[in-house]
Structure formats: structure tokens, C-alpha cells
């Protein structure tokens, strides 16, 4: 994580450098070299600490900064939400609703699908119509940051509205919006 951290500052600063003479295309350096960094840490983690949440959120706080020339000092929620980043708490959840209904829908990796069970109840019930996953019952933090058991009880909250968009697309606009909703409403 600190390897990550110092990488994303060090471009930080490269890219500073470089907002005067390509300022049409920083959202894209961005994108590439540093959100690329964030995301990459939330693809390969579920359930991370609040401190490490936190360190991502400063990388992602300082990108938004350079991009929109805002100082230090200014509040940054009205940033993100002008720019339609989600919080590094939600893209985590996004990320994480993504590949469970990429496995759901046989677009994800066998594995994922294999370590997410469909709910069916023993009986006609009416939660039987609810697309829900069975949580795993596990007994420790590190249990609950697992991603068969924080990505079913993600799943599991969302709306039948959105599990079932018919494509990859529509699934992610809605669940965009679900999340940045949550985040700055």
C-alpha cells in the first residue's frame, strides 16, 4: 500500500507540472496513472481498513484537486460530486456488485461464480423471487471482509430494479447512480 501511495504522489506532482501545456487531456492522465492505481486496489480488496481507505481517499482528493485547480483548503465533496467521481468507499462496493453480476450472469471468472450461491429457500417463499445470495457464516473480521461474504450482503441490499439489468451497461449507470446517491445525498 505504501509502494502505491508514493507512486500516485510522485505522479501527482508530474502531472502538476504538465496541467499548463495539456490541460485538454489531464482528466485522461489522470485516469490512466493514478484512478488506474486506486482501482487496482479496490479490484484486489474487499473489506480494507478505514486508515488504508483513507490513504486512497487523500490520492483520490489530490487527483480531483489538479484537475479542477482547486486549493487545499476548499472543500472536496463538491469536486467529487461536479466531477461524478465516486468515493473510494463506494467504487470499492462497485467494483465488488460488478464482478458478482458479471458471475451472475456468466461474463465473470468460474471462480467468483463458483464462491457465490443462489438463494433458494426449501419452500415457495416470496424472497424466492429476489435474486439474493446466500452470505457465508463466518466468525471474524476478516471472515466478514472475505469477498464470498461482503459482496453477498452487498448484493443482497441492492434493488431488483438493478440486479436485473438486462446488460453490463444498464447494470452499471444504475448501480452508478444508486452509489452516488448514497455518497452525496
Request: net charge positive; no cysteine.
Given at each position: 500500500m505504501k509502494a502505491i501511495t508514493k507512486s500516485a504522489f510522485y505522479l501527482h506532482k508530474s502531472i502538476a507540472k504538465l496541467r499548463g501545456l495539456m490541460s485538454c487531456h489531464l482528466e485522461k492522465l489522470i485516469h490512466a496513472f493514478i484512478s488506474s492505481r486506486v482501482d487496482y486496489c479496490n479490484g484486489l480488496f474487499t473489506g480494507l481498513p478505514k486508515k488504508t481507505i483513507k490513504q486512497l481517499q487523500v490520492i483520490q482528493n489530490a487527483a480531483a484537486r489538479i484537475l479542477t485547480k482547486t486549493k487545499r483548503t476548499d472543500h472536496i465533496t463538491p469536486i467529487l460530486?461536479?466531477?461524478?467521481?465516486?468515493?473510494?468507499?463506494?467504487?470499492?462496493?462497485?467494483?465488488?456488485?460488478?464482478l458478482v453480476y458479471k458471475s451472475a450472469n456468466g461474463a465473470g471468472p468460474k471462480y467468483l461464480s463458483d464462491m457465490l450461491q443462489q438463494y433458494t429457500p426449501s419452500r415457495p417463499l416470496r424472497s424466492q423471487v429476489k435474486n439474493l445470495l446466500v452470505k457465508p457464516t463466518v466468525r471474524t473480521k476478516n471472515g466478514e471482509a472475505a469477498f464470498s461474504c461482503y459482496a453477498a450482503q452487498?448484493?443482497?441490499?441492492?434493488?431488483?430494479?438493478?440486479?436485473?439489468?438486462?446488460?453490463?451497461?444498464s447494470f452499471k449507470s444504475r448501480l452508478k447512480t444508486k452509489l452516488f446517491s448514497d455518497a452525496f445525498c
Open positions: 460530486k461536479s466531477l461524478h467521481w465516486l468515493p473510494v468507499s463506494h467504487r470499492i462496493d462497485f467494483k465488488a456488485l460488478l452487498l448484493w443482497n441490499q441492492l434493488s431488483d430494479d438493478i440486479k436485473k439489468a438486462p446488460t453490463v451497461a
